[in-house]
């Protein structure tokens, strides 16, 4: 059972608090901050609730002499309604959160224990880093085959099983995915574990050339084959003669490369633009889309025998939102990586900055992600990561451990609900502008007063 150091100056509170705690916690009892510190000094506290005001001492004081300790307890800060300055100057100071006065014990016992929950995400957070350290070290000295590709969950176990089993092959490999998912990280991987050692890796960007441009780029040209070529010059098939030629966006090429493309796939053969002697090129193709190519097969748009070709093997990269396992394992590495490039220490996320981290969509899916790190990495000058660390567009986005927060997920029978709704954008605004009414009322657009109504409003309909 958890210890928990219940400090309040008065007795009743303390008794009430006692009575309602001690089944699920192994309570000591203080009334002011000398006792508290007795407490806190001879006995290992796992959990702190202090109330702000006792008597001639402070809360802020028993939070400071807990949070100074080798293992701090998990702390939470009791205060007068409407103080919320003071709460949120408690959690700047490392309390975990704050419940206001009067107290519902249920809440209370219930933030209680999601505290000592979040504690030990905390704990598992920091180990994962640890390991991940380590993981980072023995990858510098090898930044190769499957150590690239970072991923645990079950879709991205499937994708490296595949690799695995088709890297060694001469086989044409199609990769799928939305934008920012890793398919160029998935085609080096191909190349590392090819067996083709030591051979050139040549990518071409499809997208970033005009069609002329494109067909010369790939096949090169031969003097004189069209204004302004005035040398010979050795297309990417043939640089890549031995390797692996990688086609990022597929889908964006003309109909006339698309032909000599699957002419030079099937035949093994390519044409310099401007000759007509085929050369012979030994060259593994692997080619990258975020767009659907069955759909602009479908739509006339790409050729369905250049297709096939392209998709002896596919391999699809499931978008980031549909596995949050991997979120924490790409955010503790990317936390090394640009600490490392920055000669920062490494720092670990918060419990609500990894929350939050979870809880978003990442529409940019890894690359997002990486950035979002890095972000956090270079604006930090605390010992953690937390939420205000993390670019703004993530700042905003709903749940997270406080009670606030609660009020902030809708349930689903409250989807169409308009005053639901209305408390709780009120909530996101207080949160955005950490409980300042008057801010949070210009946020909204309505005058301080309506904001007060509205909030007692809610306060009455819950009673
Ligand atoms: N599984 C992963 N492990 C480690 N890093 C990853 C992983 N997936 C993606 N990344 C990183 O995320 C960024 C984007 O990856 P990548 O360029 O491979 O995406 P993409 O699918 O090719 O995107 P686009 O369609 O926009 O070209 C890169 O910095 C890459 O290193
Ligand atoms: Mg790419």
Redesign the pocket.
């Known amino acids: 059972m958890k210890t928990l150091l219940i400090v309040d100056d008065e007795k009743p509170t303390r008794d009430a608090l006692r009575m309602a705690l001690e089944e699920s916690f192994d309570c000591y009892i203080a009334a002011d901050l000398e006792q508290a510190t007795q407490v806190l000094k001879n006995e290992n506290v796992d959990l702190l609730l202090t109330d702000l005001r006792l008597g001639s001492d402070s809360g802020m004081d028993v939070l400071d002499t807990a949070l100074q300790l080798p293992t701090p307890p998990v702390s939470l800060m009791m205060t007068a309604y409407g103080s919320v300055d003071t709460a949120v100057e408690a959690m700047r100071r490392g309390a975990f959160h704050f419940v206001t006065k009067p107290l519902n014990l249920d809440e209370v016992e219930l933030l209680l224990k999601r505290a000592v929950r979040s504690r030990s995400l905390e704990t598992e957070n920091k180990q994962l880093l640890a390991e991940n350290t380590s993981l980072k070290e023995s990858k510098a000295r090898s930044n190769h085959g499957l150590d690239?590709?970072?991923?645990k969950s079950p879709q991205?176990e499937k994708v490296a099983a595949k690799i695995t089993q088709i890297a060694p092959t001469r086989a044409t490999v199609l990769i799928e995915?939305e934008?920012?998912?890793?398919?160029?990280?998935?085609a080096h991987t191909l190349h590392d574990l090819s067996g083709r050692p030591g051979e050139k890796f040549v990518a071409v960007n499809c997208a970033a050339l005009s069609p002329q441009l494109l067909e010369s780029e790939l096949f090169g040209h031969e003097k004189g084959a069209f204004t302004g070529a005035t040398q010979r010059r050795i297309g990417r098939f043939e640089q890549a003669n031995g390797g692996t030629l990688f086609l990022?966006e597929i889908g964006e090429i003309d109909q006339a490369t698309q032909v000599k493309l699957l002419r030079a796939l099937s035949e093994r053969t390519i044409e310099r633009v401007g000759s007509n002697s085929p050369v012979k090129v030994d060259v593994r193709v692997i080619a990258?889309t975020?767009r659907s190519l069955a759909q602009m097969v479908e739509s006339g748009d790409f050729r369905e025998d250049l297709y096939f070709r392209l998709n002896v093997l596919g391999i699809h990269?499931p978008p980031l939102r549909s596995r949050k396992e991997d979120i924490v394992l790409?955010s503790n590495?990317f936390l090394v990586e640009f600490a490392q490039e920055n000669n920062r220490p490494v720092k670990p996320l918060t419990e609500a900055a990894t929350s939050h981290l979870l809880t978003y969509a990442w529409p940019g899916n890894?690359?997002e992600l990486?950035t979002a790190i890095e972000h956090a990495v270079v604006m930090s000058n605390q010992d953690q990561l937390d939420i205000h660390h993390l670019p703004e567009f993530l700042s905003s986005p709903l749940p997270s451990t406080s009670t606030q927060s609660d009020k902030n997920t809708l349930a689903p029978e409250d989807e169409f609900n308009l005053s639901a709704l209305e408390q709780r954008t009120i909530q996101r605004a207080l949160q955005a502008t950490n409980g300042n009414r008057t801010k949070a009322a210009e946020l909204l657009g309505i005058s301080r007063r309506t904001l007060q109504r509205k909030l007692r409003d809610d306060s009455t309909s819950e009673n």
């Open positions: 690239r590709l970072i991923g991205m995915g934008s920012g998912t890793g398919k160029e990280v998935v990022d990258a975020n990269m790409l590495a890894v690359r990486r």
